[in-house]
């Protein structure tokens, strides 16, 4: 990394290799994000269809998949405005749904080397449930800014897309065939999830008990909110572990 | 008008989650506990993900949801292929809705 003083060659061909590095690092993140595009995809049209039978407009459904940019949310707001819940409730409610984000959010910065504020300014927008799990297991200790354009832009763009195709062809897609596909997150979670599993077993007490969690705390509160509290508990027990036996897994 | 209003707000206050931590924290050296603790987060997040939503992956029922997560597991331990376990999990879940 350390250039010779003064050898113009020396700093364009590390400009050169930047560029190169920057550019198959964004080609890995696309590639990484084509499950969750696979599975983004037939969700957002069930948004779209929803939020437009719901009454709201094409414009205003694409809006909130732009905009917004959180399944969970999104499906939150269309049915709070249906059932005509007050407008300060429906932020707040979001906004609590939400903040999961910051937990996501704290946990990957920890993998992210910050050199300019923009980029991860940008990058960070397309920070879901899905990218956040993907980009966490990376094998690399760090994650590069050019993969996470890649993963979260081609996430983005299946959701926006699938939004308007929702949105535009109300009454052609049959709901049949996405319910089918709604299991592909769910197994793409499965397919990153198991082989840890499989290597710590410290990862499997930390997983189960998030599922666990999450499933006694979604019986009163119902899914979607059970996550934040499931997943800062399960990891509260894990580290709680790795203190005991004294390695980490 | 309104729901303009509460878009773009829910918009705001959903970014600025996302993006003051990851800008913030990434520059910052954290104490041991907490980088232990944030290192258990995906982990955490998975199990909590993954259950119980999967049951309610298929509109139809719990079982597609079910049956189509054992096929993903299986299908990873035995052919560490992604995207084979995808699509033998949707064949599961919509394999399973021909047996109602």
């Known amino acids: 990394m350390v250039n010779p003083i003064g050898s113009m060659e020396g700093l364009e061909a590390e400009a050169a290799e930047h560029a190169a590095s920057l550019k198959s690092e964004w080609r890995r993140g696309v590639r990484a994000a084509m499950p969750i595009a696979m599975g983004y995809f037939p969700i957002a049209v069930t948004f779209g269809l929803l939020a437009k039978s719901s009454g709201l407009g094409f414009g205003i459904s694409i809006l909130m998949s732009l905009f917004v940019y959180s399944g969970a949310s999104q499906f939150l707001t269309v049915g709070m405005l249906a059932a005509g819940t007050p407008f300060i409730a429906v932020v707040a409610a979001n906004l609590i749904l939400n903040l999961r984000h910051v937990v996501m959010s704290t946990s990957l910065a920890r993998r992210y080397r910050l050199e300019k504020r923009l980029p991860a300014a940008i990058v960070s927008f397309g920070i879901t449930d899905e990218t956040f799990v993907v980009a966490s297991n990376e094998k690399s200790p760090f994650v590069s800014t050019g993969f996470l354009f890649g993963l979260n832009a081609t996430a983005y763009a299946s959701w926006a897309a699938g939004t308007a195709a929702g949105a535009v062809f109300t009454a052609w897609i049959p709901e049949d065939l996405a319910a089918s596909m709604g299991v592909a997150l769910y197994a793409m979670f499965i397919a990153l999830l198991v082989p840890s599993m499989k290597k710590s077993r410290n990862v499997t007490a930390v997983a189960i008990t998030g599922a666990a969690l999450s499933w006694v705390f979604s019986l009163p509160l119902g ?27 | ?45 998975m199990g909590a993900l993954i259950f119980p939503g999967i049951l309610h992956a298929d509109t139809s029922g719990i079982w597609p949801g079910l049956f189509g997560g054992i096929a993903a597991a299986a299908a990873i331990l035995l052919t560490r292929n992604i995207w084979v376990t995808v699509l033998v999990a949707i064949f599961a879940a919509a394999g399973t809705k021909l047996f109602y």
């Open chain 2, 1 to 45: 008008m309104t729901v303009l209003w509460i878009i773009l707000l829910i918009g705001i206050g959903t970014y600025l989650m996302r993006m003051v931590p990851f800008v913030l924290v990434s520059n910052l050296r954290l104490p041991a506990w907490l980088d232990r603790y944030l290192q258990k987060i995906p982990y955490a997040a």
């Open chain 1, 223 to 249: 899914p979607g909110w059970s996550i934040v509290p499931a997943t800062l508990l399960a990891a509260l027990f894990g580290m709680i572990l790795d203190r005991r036996k004294g390695n980490g897994a």
